[in-house]
């Protein structure tokens, strides 16, 4: 997809290996001539949750040739992180220059990225997060929140604790008592958005327990000008790290989390956590969209 005569865009699935499903992003491999403005237009054209563009990286990031600068757009504003348009954009840089390790300079922090082959013949990208952290929620606003989503309080789920959570960008982090909770997702946007504004959250991260290392998860992203995001990188970061954090999980371990499955674009995240090692690792495949 060309924007303008210098300007290409490319589209790539995350999370997913067969492109109708995971979390689509626009791409833009040398965004070195384009303004703030010209970024922010760009991904509302597209209207995907984000879009990433990608420039030369600040003096003495990583190896040459293999790091960059990353900046992420929704249709409506920058954001400082977006998991998915990183795998993304290391999924198209690894089909251009190979697997192989990549570090990106992000206004989070740098997150270095490994790309390799996928066993189904395409690629597999796996970031590591910045460092992560998590917060009590106030009752006042954990009240708004199931307001806005029209959740009873007795439809959380007490063994995942309101939270919110931080690997790159904020995301309140709710527990569902039963996949039919989850599965019916009807909110108010205006009033979500507010709440969202106000506490700087990217998303909120809806989720229900399946077992002990899977959950299904859903985002929705009303700051972004979208109902919902398909496949949630730094908002699976952020729930790794919460959930070893308040011992949902063991400080080894490795997550799986479906999420896209009630947008029909099914997608899947693996989440590593390593003991003695604060960062999260969120790994998924991808593949390029044809138009």
Not at 94 to 110: K, N, P, Y
Not at 179 to 196: K, N, P
Not at 217 to 232: K, L, M, S, Y
Not at 242 to 262: C, F, I, N
Request: with cysteine; charged share 20%; glycine share 10%.
């Amino acid at each position: 997809m060309t924007i303008d005569e210098r300007t290409e865009v490319l589209r790539y699935t995350a999370f997913s290996a067969d492109p109708a499903g995971g979390n689509p992003a626009g791409v833009v491999l040398d965004a070195s001539g384009l303004s703030d403005a010209r970024m922010l237009e760009i991904a509302a054209e597209l209207g995907y949750s984000e879009s990433a563009f990608v420039t030369a990286p600040p003096q003495g990031l990583g190896e040459p040739g293999r790091a960059y600068t990353l900046r992420f757009f929704s249709p409506k504003a920058e954001v400082p992180f977006c998991g998915h348009a990183t795998v993304a954009t290391a999924i198209a840089l690894g089909e251009r220059i190979g697997t192989g390790e990549l570090t990106f300079a992000t206004r989070a922090g740098t997150v270095p990225v490994t790309v390799a082959q996928d066993p189904t013949g395409g690629f597999r990208a796996t970031l590591t997060s910045v460092e992560p952290h998590s917060e009590p929620v106030q009752e006042q606003d954990l009240a708004e929140a199931l307001a806005a989503l029209d959740w009873p309080a007795g439809d959380l789920d007490p063994a995942v604790p309101p939270r919110i959570a931080f690997a790159g960008a904020r995301h309140l982090v709710l527990g569902a008592a039963t996949r039919e909770r989850l599965a019916a997702l009807s909110y108010d946007f205006d009033r979500l958005t507010a709440l969202m504004l106000r506490l700087d959250l990217t998303t909120v991260q809806l989720v229900w327990r399946a077992s002990e290392s899977v959950f299904h998860v859903r985002d929705p992203f009303p700051v972004g000008g979208v109902v919902e995001d398909p496949a949630t990188g730094a908002a699976a970061a952020a729930f790794g790290a919460y959930a070893r954090e308040l011992g949902l999980v063991a400080e080894e371990s490795e997550l799986t989390l479906h999420q896209g499955d009630d947008l029909g674009r099914p997608g899947v995240l693996t989440v590593t956590l390593h003991a003695g090692d604060a960062r999260v690792r969120v790994s998924g495949a991808g593949a390029r969209i044809v138009e």
